[in-house]
């Protein structure tokens, strides 16, 4: 059924468990990227997005003293009683809610705009929120650029695995996702008036850290796959548990990063 409501609710408890996976995953990943447009002490950020604490308090610790960092959500409950003098939350609808401060000196997202069906007003809110000069970083999904989700199926395990992402996929799709966003990135953010735009990617082929990641996705969702018609509970169930065992080649979809900063004076 399509939808444009966020799948991955944060109200349920796998939530906070996706937070901490995702941190495990792609933090050193996302914190080399905004080591590389030199955060200084008395920075301003908006975490967009945030959904756990890891990256407002990795990027406090970057712009301290002196800075802030706003981390903001649809649904703040995990970064409730984080917020310390340095990172405020809000809650804020990047889709249809104005960004919550401007001349923000970086703006960061990552797996957030994939989400939302309105993504590309969101990504030109977002630039408008920055100061002249100051630097955007999305990081999101494509999930089409890797042919197969397990790049290496061997057997019936691993083909289990990728019926499994695939109607993971099929969901995400209806609740208005957009698989290719990744690769799009670049060219909409120079659409948006953006400057010195790059990109790369980085993904997982074979990480024990993706094990949590793949069974709190599975876990949440597990209702809505079995709805679906083509896999029974017990074939979800099979699958977390071959995750758990670590017998599955873990790999996750490639994570583009693309950044590009305001034109220092317009
Ligand atoms: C997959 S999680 C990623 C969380 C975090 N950015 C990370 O990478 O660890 C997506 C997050 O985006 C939030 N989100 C989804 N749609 C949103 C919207 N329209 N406005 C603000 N946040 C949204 C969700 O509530 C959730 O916390």
Do not use: C, M, N, Q
């Given at each position: 059924m399509a939808t444009d409501a966020y799948l991955l609710d944060n109200r349920a408890a796998e939530a906070e468990l996706r937070f901490a996976a995702l941190g495990a995953v792609f933090d050193e990943?996302?914190?080399r990227h905004v080591d590389a447009l030199g955060p200084a002490p008395g920075w301003r950020c908006?975490?967009?997005?945030?959904?756990?604490?890891s990256i407002p308090d990795?990027?406090?610790a970057r712009v301290a003293p002196g800075g802030l960092v706003v981390a903001t959500d649809l649904d703040t409950?995990?970064?409730?009683?984080?917020?310390g003098g340095d990172v405020e939350v809000v809650q804020q609808d990047v889709a249809r809610d104005d960004p919550p401060g401007a001349g923000f000196d970086l703006v960061h997202a990552r797996l957030v705009l994939s989400?939302?069906?309105a993504r590309e007003e969101a990504l030109t809110r977002m630039v408008s929120a920055l100061r002249p000069g100051g630097w955007l970083l999305v990081e999101d999904y494509d999930v089409l650029l890797l042919q197969w989700p397990s790049p290496d199926e061997d057997g019936p395990e691993q083909r289990l695995a990728d019926t499994?992402?695939?109607?993971?996929?099929a969901l995400l799709r209806e609740h208005g996702a957009d698989p290719r966003f990744g690769r799009r990135l670049p060219r909409l953010m120079r659409a948006a008036g953006l400057v010195d735009v790059q990109a790369d990617a980085y993904f997982a082929v074979a990480l024990p850290t993706v094990a949590a990641l793949d069974q709190a996705n599975a876990r949440q969702i597990r209702d809505e796959i079995v709805q679906r018609g083509h896999?029974?509970?017990e074939d979800v169930?099979?699958?977390?548990?071959?995750?758990?065992?670590?017998?599955l080649d873990l790999t996750t979809p490639p994570l583009v990063s693309a950044w590009g900063r305001r034109p220092p004076e317009d």
């Open positions: 990943v996302t914190l908006w975490a967009v997005g945030a959904g756990g604490p990795a990027l406090a409950r995990w970064l409730a009683g984080r917020a989400h939302v069906v499994v992402k695939g109607e993971f996929r896999l029974s509970a169930d099979a699958y977390i548990a071959l995750v758990a065992d670590g017998r």
